[in-house]
């Protein structure tokens, strides 16, 4: 496994990074299906995980090649 993997990280990693992209951050974005979301340094996709599905589409952008290529690959069939 991965270090910093938003699907596959240990418990203890997803609490601690949850107090910056946890549910009460994501309450604050007040999403629902009419809003489109843009994420600018996608990283890890930790947010993009977790915000795709409550948005009507999600835009996430990066300059790193390797962190597009890797948000391909963990299902985030809703980012374009």
């Not at 409550?54 to 980012?79: A, M, Q």
Request: hydrophobic share 40%; aromatic share 6%.
């Amino acid at each position: 496994m991965k270090k910093n993997d938003p699907v596959h990280d240990s418990m203890p990693l997803q609490d601690y990074m949850d107090k910056w992209a946890g549910k009460s951050f994501i309450d604050k974005m007040e999403l629902d299906k009419d809003k489109l979301v843009l994420e600018i340094d996608v990283g890890t996709g930790r947010l993009a995980v977790c915000v795709a599905s409550l948005c009507d589409k999600f835009y996430g952008v990066d300059i790193s090649p390797k962190t597009i290529e890797r948000s391909k690959k963990i299902s985030l069939n809703r980012i374009m």
